[in-house]
């Protein structure tokens, strides 16, 4: 079993193949720790998937039990527990809590030999998972052609994680400032680090004519005055993904694709952790199991508010939802 990305998506997958006794080696790119843009804001049901016993979890956690919606000027503050964690850490201790072999490897090119999936002509496995987020090459090598990726789907994000001893530590998320498509969020990490940064739709900031450095402008110029952050400078670094759109084949073969390499994230808040840890163990049940691989199971959407779900997703994706709402199939061949 070859897992192709240790992130979240991949680690989840093998944490349960492994458990089971299955015989998987993870390759990234990267070697972990790596960093990963990321906000950091996991939910209560990412710790419920993942069997995280908080007590004990070594790294930076923090636990949030009001968030601060900021919406055309107006503050709501919204009772919710929610999390936060710094990838460099979770993502490192997820992929060695797998007890899994992680090798150091740029996946190029995959091909079939019979059962095989042979990989960069190095690896040879009967299952193949593709856990590459967005430019996962098992994405692009196999499932492309039966997924096309949805541009107005596509955010574009700008972030930037650094030690600060911040004095405000709740949560807040500004949504559509200035008319901006998307939104842009502070979260503080447990012992004085702190992440800012702001994502929203590419094709919409295309159609506007404007460039997310102008949103980000405003992101600091808001923190400066409102004191969050009065002595920031700054130097981000961007990161593209899609949200949710129907996925027609989630399976090929003995082929999956989970978390972004499948483009899961959610429609009303971007949510990509969950989604991608869902899948992930899904792909293993399926392989334990035989059951379907159906990402139908995976919620589109983050809030259990209807309201809320759709006037977010109406902000992001515009006329264009519906068209893009179709029913997701798993395709087994
Ligand atoms: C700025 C920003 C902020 C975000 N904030 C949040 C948030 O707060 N909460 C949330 O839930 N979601 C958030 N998301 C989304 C979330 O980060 C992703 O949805 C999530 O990381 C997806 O997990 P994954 O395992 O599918 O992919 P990834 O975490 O991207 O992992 C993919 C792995 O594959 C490896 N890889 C890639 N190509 C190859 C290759 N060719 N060969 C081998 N390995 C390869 C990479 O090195 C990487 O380690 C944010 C995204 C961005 C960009």
Not at 191 to 199: C, E, F, Q, T
Not at 215 to 240: A, E, I, T
Not at 277 to 283: F, I, P, T
Not at 298 to 319: A, H, K, N, Q, W
Request: aromatic share 12%; hydrophobic share 35%.
């Amino acid at each position: 079993m070859l897992i192709v990305g240790g992130g979240p998506a991949g680690s989840s997958c093998a944490w349960k193949l492994a458990r089971k006794g299955v015989d998987c080696r993870i390759v990234d790119a990267q070697s972990f720790p790596r960093t990963k843009l990321c906000a950091g804001w996991i939910t209560p049901e990412v710790v419920r998937d993942l069997e995280i016993d908080i007590s004990s979890y070594p790294h930076r956690f923090l636990s949030f039990d009001r968030l601060y919606f900021h919406i055309y000027g107006v503050g709501i503050r919204v009772n919710s527990v929610q999390h936060s964690i710094r990838r460099f850490e979770f993502d490192e201790w997820l992929v060695r809590r797998t007890g899994v072999p992680v090798d150091t490897h740029t996946v190029r090119e995959i091909r079939k030999e019979g059962e095989y999936y042979i990989v960069d002509d190095r690896y040879r496995a009967r299952y193949l998972i593709g856990a590459g987020g967005t430019k996962c090459p098992v994405y692009r090598n196999l499932f492309r052609q039966a997924n096309p990726r949805a541009k107005e789907l596509q955010t574009v994000t700008l972030e930037q994680e650094f030690p600060y001893e911040y004095h405000d530590r709740g949560c807040h998320l500004w949504f559509f400032e200035r008319g901006f498509p998307g939104y842009s969020w502070y979260v503080p990490k447990a012992d004085g680090y702190l992440n800012v940064g702001i994502g929203g739709m590419a094709s919409q900031l295309k159609h506007r004519g404007e460039d997310i450095w102008r949103h980000w402008d405003v992101l600091v110029r808001r923190m400066r005055r409102s004191g969050l952050v009065p002595d920031g400078s700054f130097d981000p670094k961007g990161y593209s993904y899609y949200l949710r759109s129907e996925v027609r084949a989630g399976r090929i073969g003995n082929a999956f694709i989970v978390g972004d390499s499948a483009g899961l994230a959610t429609r009303d808040l971007c949510e990509g952790i969950g989604p991608a840890v869902r899948s992930g163990l899904m792909a293993a049940d399926a392989i334990l199991t035989g059951a379907e691989y159906s990402l139908a199971a995976i919620p589109r959407y983050t809030s259990d508010s209807r309201v809320v779900r759709r006037s977010l997703e109406f902000m992001f994706v515009g006329r264009e939802r519906r068209r893009l709402a179709r029913t997701d199939v798993a395709v087994a061949s």
